[in-house]
C-alpha cells in the first residue's frame, strides 16, 4: 500500500523554525517527484515548494523564497521541508504529495499529484 506520512507540525511563534517530515511506505520517494502543499481554513491550496526526480531542481512559491527548503534524504526514504522565518500567514495544514510526472524540473500544480499525505497542522502565532 503506496502511503505519505507527514509530520513535523505544530505551534511555533513568529520568526521561528519548524521542520516538516514527509515519510514513505510502499514505494520508493527517489521515483517522484514530491511537492509541498497548504491550505488555511476559507482559502483555496497552495502549491508551496517541489523537488524533481530525475534533477532534484526546486521550486518555491514567491511567499516563502527565502524562508524554506525543500531536501531529500533517498537513503530514509524522505523528504523535508525547513521552515524558517515563519509568519502567521503560514499558518495551514501541510500535506506532501507525490507524482510519476515532470521528473526533469518538478511542479506546484496540485492536479498532477496521484498520492497524498494526511497532513500536519502548522500554526504560527504569539
Known amino acids: 500500500q503506496l502511503q505519505l506520512v507527514e509530520s513535523g507540525g505544530g505551534l511555533v511563534q513568529p520568526g521561528g523554525s519548524l521542520r516538516l517530515s514527509c515519510a514513505a511506505s510502499?514505494?520508493?520517494?527517489?521515483?517522484?517527484?514530491i511537492g509541498w502543499f497548504r491550505q488555511a481554513p476559507g482559502k483555496e491550496r497552495e502549491g508551496v515548494s517541489c523537488i524533481s526526480s530525475r534533477t532534484g531542481n526546486t521550486k518555491y512559491a514567491d511567499s516563502v523564497k527565502g524562508r524554506f527548503t525543500i531536501s531529500r534524504d533517498n537513503a530514509k526514504n524522505t523528504v523535508y521541508l525547513q521552515m524558517n522565518s515563519l509568519k502567521p500567514k503560514d499558518t495551514a495544514a501541510y500535506y506532501c504529495?507525490?507524482?510519476?510526472?515532470?521528473?526533469?524540473?518538478?511542479?506546484?500544480?496540485?492536479?498532477?499529484?496521484?498520492?497524498w499525505g494526511q497532513g500536519t497542522q502548522v500554526t504560527v502565532s504569539s
Open positions: 510502499g514505494f520508493t520517494l527517489d521515483y517522484y517527484t
Open positions: 504529495a507525490a507524482t510519476s510526472s515532470t521528473p526533469w524540473y518538478g511542479t506546484l500544480s496540485a492536479v498532477v499529484y496521484n498520492y
